[in-house]
């Protein structure tokens, strides 16, 4: 009798559970208000990609993966709305989800701005790079609705962030309400490594709370906790997502698995009373991990659950054990590989700098300059040459070396001297260059020949004056935050084994941060390079390069220094002067480099000496662009018309600084200001 009955209640219970409660779970995954998912690693048929998001191996990044700085935002949401609010019953869902990020970057000195996790009403929000996170439109701030964590890898006063590493919810603005910085748990946001991230909304306690780990173990106190009821900014739906940004940073930011579910509601079935189905569901619907090959997959494991119980559990268990342990062999050589193909700069000990340079032997020193010495350094093990640039033990040198590092390591183009490396230890910053087997441009152009070797030749003339506007184009226009060079001169410009321009010496150049004007100082630069502007007001701006380059392919054109001595009363002659004086006499051609015994096309040299002229004109809004020399050069634009007569310019009051304060000349010879003709008339 008393079995009969337990029979009856079970095999009712199994009826009932077929009847009513499957089809919940089926329509709650194939129709709109999904109540769970679980990405063990992200696919394309439910997520959309938006902005420069873009998905690899089942992992998605969010921002553009360029070795040099850009600025980049990109998005990823779940196809399909998730209903989070009942206007029947009144009733706001809780949520959970947990997802693995990781924030990484190629130069260490790079990085911001990070990445959110949103829920949003609408599923196009894609927003702007820098400080919006990749979440808000910059030209319609009043309109974004969002929720959202955010896992900020850059203080931005503009947004009152703390610092720049921190963890914040952010609701319509990205202000955040509450901050947290997982420094506290160990954990740094910008580290590279996986971060296991929870984010826990109850409804009932309105409590939002975010748990950080490197590991997949969920902490037991949440790194960030705040009482707040969400149920006036959660929807009947919203899709979720997540952004990220960066600005003029190689950050990179990358989700790999994520799953998600809403808890305590079941909006599908407003008949019956939700609480009394959700807490049926929860138990029998666990986050069951499913493999991406899709949903029907996901309904079987339920309908097996419900009815097989614990025997088909173990089986699945073993199944995704099995499973587990193969993806993570494939992560493994994955990971390796990855570790393998970046050869970014990267950071030398001080021994083995040593050792290479023969302990900073005096034979091995190649080069001075303002920041300290360069050695040649060869690395016995891998029989690698490279350059190390050792700084002076002043202050003043270690800024510009900090600056040169943190500028050059987020650069790559072909005609710059590629970064190797850096060392900081014992009290001493050496920076590690690639070798450049033919030294720099002034030897080449001037000590070489004056030794009676041969002058250099006129197509690698052309080809430097071609790779150098190639470099300063990607300075001044390419790179998303616009670098200034400010020191370009014969002596900074290196040549490869083939006598390929290559820039370098960084030591003075400025990221140009909007419309912030860069710290002048003028004592390293050369005074024949200086644009008037610059000696007049002290502000170095992408038009004071262009003047410097133009003087530059004058050298390169006549051979001559831009400021030299010249008959016997020592008379100072200016480059430019001297060029622009046999240009309006029409005679240009005569300015070419006697020592070439006229071996050079004379359409190139022509073209070089107007451009040199057009670049080096007084006026700074009649210089060309870099790219407009660029196309010039390469016969995809006609040359600029150069005036007949230099043209003069006046400033109102005398220059600012003495001169003397400005010259410093490679070979250490100062020239008393009175000798000295101004490029200003
Ligand atoms: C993914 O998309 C497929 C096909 O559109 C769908 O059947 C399935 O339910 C989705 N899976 C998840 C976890 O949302
Ligand atoms: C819905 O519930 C909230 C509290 O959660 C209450 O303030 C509000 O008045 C309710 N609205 C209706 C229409 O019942
Ligand atoms: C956004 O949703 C609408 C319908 O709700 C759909 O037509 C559209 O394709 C979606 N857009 C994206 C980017 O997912
Ligand atoms: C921001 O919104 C404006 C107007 O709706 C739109 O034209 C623009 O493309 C949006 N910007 C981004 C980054 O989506
Ligand atoms: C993070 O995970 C590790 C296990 O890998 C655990 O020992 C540690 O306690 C966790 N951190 C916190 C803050 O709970
Ligand atoms: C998410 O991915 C990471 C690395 O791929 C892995 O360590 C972690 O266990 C995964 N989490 C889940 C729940 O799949
Ligand atoms: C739901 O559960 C409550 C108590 O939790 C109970 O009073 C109510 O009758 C139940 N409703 C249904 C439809 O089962």
Request: proline fraction near 5%.
């Amino acid at each position: 009798m008393h079995s009969r009955k337990l029979l009856f209640y079970s095999l009712f219970f199994l009826y009932f559970n077929f009847k009513y409660i499957q089809p919940l779970l089926s329509s709650s995954s194939s129709s709109e208000a999904s109540l769970n998912f679980d990405f063990q690693s992200l696919t394309l048929r439910n997520l959309t990609l938006l902005g420069d998001s873009y998905l690899r191996n089942g992992v998605v990044g969010l921002t553009k993966e360029l070795g040099v700085p850009s600025s980049s935002s990109g998005t990823v949401i779940y196809n399909y709305p998730i209903a989070f609010f009942d206007p029947e019953s009144n009733i706001t869902a809780s949520f959970s989800t947990r997802f693995a990020f990781s924030i990484g970057n190629v130069n260490p000195t790079s990085f911001g701005d990070g990445l959110t996790f949103f829920l949003s009403p609408d599923n196009q929000t894609l927003g702007s790079p820098g400080g919006y996170l990749g979440l808000v439109n910059s030209s319609v701030l009043t309109k974004n609705k969002f929720i959202a964590i955010e896992f900020d890898t850059r203080l931005d006063p503009h947004f009152d962030d703390p610092d720049d590493n921190h963890v914040g919810l952010d609701i319509d603005s990205l202000v955040s309400m509450k901050t947290a910085n997982p420094a506290s748990l160990g954990v740094s946001l910008k580290s590279g490594s996986l971060i296991t991230a929870w984010i826990d909304y109850k409804n009932e306690k309105k409590r939002l709370e975010v748990f950080l780990n490197y590991s997949s173990v969920k902490p037991e106190e949440p790194l960030l906790k705040v009482d707040i009821d969400l149920s006036d900014y959660l929807k009947e739906f919203m899709y979720l997502g997540f952004s990220g940004s960066t600005e003029g940073s190689t950050e990179l930011h990358f989700i790999e698995n994520w799953s998600f579910k809403t808890l305590g509601f079941m909006p599908v079935r407003p008949r019956t009373h939700p609480h009394n189905v959700s807490e049926n569901i929860v138990p029998l619907n666990p986050p069951i991990p499913v493999s991406d090959s899709g949903n029907k997959h996901h309904r079987r494991l339920g309908l097996g659950f419900g009815i097989a119980g614990p025997a088909f559990f173990c089986a699945v268990l073993v199944a995704f054990g099995w499973i587990s342990v193969k993806k993570w062999k494939e992560n493994k050589t994955e990971k390796n590989l990855k570790a393998e193909l970046v050869t970014g700069p990267r950071q030398f000990s001080y021994q083995e700098l040593k050792t290479a340079t023969r302990g900073f032997h005096s034979s091995r020193v190649i080069g001075n300059g303002s920041f300290g010495t360069v050695y040649k350094a060869f690395f016995a093990n891998s029989g690698a040459l490279f350059a190390v640039k050792r700084s002076k033990h002043t202050h003043e040198g270690k800024t510009e070396f900090l600056a040169e590092l943190s500028i050059i390591a987020c650069l790559r183009h072909k005609n710059l001297v590629q970064l190797q490396g850096w060392c900081v230890e014992k009290g001493e910053l050496l920076l590690v260059y690639e070798f450049m087997a033919n030294g720099s441009l002034d030897k080449v152009l001037y000590q070489e020949s004056e030794n009676g070797g041969n002058p250099l030749k006129w197509p690698y003339r052309y080809n430097i004056a071609v790779g150098m506007a190639s470099v300063l184009t990607y300075l001044h226009q390419e790179c998303e935050q616009q670098v200034i060079h400010r020191d370009i001169k014969t002596s900074n410009i290196m040549l490869d084994g083939s006598y390929n321009a290559r820039l370098g010496d960084f030591g003075l150049a400025r990221l140009m941060d909007h419309d912030k004007s860069p710290l002048s100082t003028l004592t390293a630069g050369t005074m024949g390079y200086l644009a008037p502007e610059y000696l007049q007001y002290g502000k170095a701006t992408d038009k004071t390069d262009v003047f410097s380059y133009g003087v530059v392919i004058l050298e390169l054109a006549c051979g001559r220094r831009p400021i030299e001595r010249e008959g016997g009363d020592n008379k100072m002659i200016n480059l430019v002067d001297w060029v622009w004086k046999l240009y309006s006499e029409g005679r240009i051609t005569e300015a070419a480099d006697k020592r070439l015994d006229g071996e050079f096309q004379e359409e190139e040299m022509r073209k070089l000496l107007l451009i040199g002229l057009s670049c080096a004109n007084p006026d700074s809004a009649a210089r060309p662009t870099m790219r407009r020399v660029f196309q010039i050069l390469n016969y995809e634009a006609d040359p600029m018309p150069v005036p007949q007569v230099k043209p003069s310019l006046t400033f109102c009051n005398s220059l600012p600084l003495s001169i003397d304060d400005i010259i410093s000349d490679d070979e250490g010879c100062k020239t008393p200001e009175s000798q000295f003709e101004i490029v200003v008339d």
